[in-house]
């Protein structure tokens, strides 16, 4: 069985940067989508970025677009995420998750993703 581990948030002022990582450990056979979620209090679980496994397609949310990039190491079996121009809007709870889509705007969605990480928590300032 998949586990997914997160690392890397923290407390930064606005116009900061943080790096979170997620690893991957067991059988990743199956699959085939990896994105970056995050919930605020009090709001839904939004998807930040995602992408495809077998290809490196990635797709971003408007809102983080220009600011925020989603990458993966495969032979480390690890997910990243480069988030700069921080501004307090960005401040959540930040998961990473793995899915067995690999096309579908499901992928867009929470149901598109069946393994979850613990999440870390990335506080912005202004």
């Known amino acids: 069985q998949v586990q997914l581990q997160e690392s890397g948030g923290g407390s930064v002022q606005a116009g900061g940067s943080l790096r979170l990582s997620c690893a991957a450990s067991?059988?990743?056979?199956?699959?085939?989508?990896m994105g970056w979620f995050r919930q605020a209090p009090g709001k839904e679980r939004e998807l930040v970025a995602r992408?495809?496994?077998?290809?490196?397609?990635?797709d971003y949310a408007d809102s983080v677009k220009g600011r925020f990039t989603i990458s993966r190491d495969n032979a480390k079996n690890t997910l990243f995420l480069q988030m700069n121009d921080l501004k307090p809007e960005d401040t959540a709870m930040y998961f990473c998750?793995?899915?067995?889509?690999?096309?579908?705007?499901?992928?867009?969605?929470?149901?598109?993703?069946?393994?979850w990480g613990q999440g870390t928590q990335v506080t912005v300032s202004s």
């Open positions: 067991g059988n990743t056979d199956s699959i085939y989508c």
């Open positions: 998750a793995a899915g067995p889509y690999s096309d579908g705007t499901i992928r867009n969605t929470a149901r598109g993703y069946n393994i």
């Open positions: 992408i495809n496994t077998d290809d490196g397609s990635t």
